[in-house]
């Protein structure tokens, strides 16, 4: 099954055809697999939680890929317009990777979707039950290993 390059994507894993992902602003749709990819999603987070620019070492860490790999992911998405490269003032050897308006709105738009998506799918639960899977999400957040 195919889930535009984003695993267990915003709208609870829901499939498309070859080609399609999701849009930012637009759902998913043809074209979007090119923001898609779960990498780049874990990239664009990580920097849109960042208190500020990181490098490609700190992006390689918090997508969980190697340095190279890492690299290549700054490299398509500078050249899809969602991050930029900037000079680290600090060490002129070293740059920093921020978001750019594009790029934070597009993680607007995912982090929108998801919301929507979680909304609609808890449509159905009563309240005991919204307080039950609360203090069970709450249970797995404090339990879960450290990296």
């Known amino acids: 099954m195919h889930h535009g390059g984003f695993h ?3 709208h609870g894993g829901r499939s498309g055809a070859p080609g399609e992902g999701w849009v930012p602003g637009g ?10 990819g779960p990498a780049r999603l874990r990239l664009l987070e ?5 208190s500020a620019p990181l490098s490609v070492t700190e992006i390689a860490e ?13 490299q398509q998405s500078v050249e899809m317009g969602l991050v930029e490269r900037q000079a ?21 738009g995912f982090r929108g979707d998801r919301r929507d998506a979680v909304a ?8 005991a ?10 249970k797995l957040a404090a339990a879960w290993p450290e990296r």
């Not at 759902?27 to 898609?36: I, L, Q, T, V």
């Not at 609609?120 to 309240?127: I, N, R």
């Open 120 to 127: 609609t799918a808890l449509e159905g639960f009563t309240d």
């Open 46 to 50: 990580a920097l849109a939680a960042a």
């Open 62 to 74: 918090a997508v969980g890929v190697d340095q190279p790999r890492a690299s290549r992911l700054v």
């Open 88 to 108: 680290d003032p600090d060490d002129a050897r070293r740059t920093r990777i921020v978001l750019t308006e594009r790029g934070r709105s597009v993680v607007r």
């Open 8 to 10: 267990g994507g915003p």
């Open 129 to 138: 039950e919204r307080g039950e899977l609360a203090r069970l999400l709450a």
């Open 27 to 36: 759902g998913w749709g043809p074209g979007a697999a090119r923001f898609a």
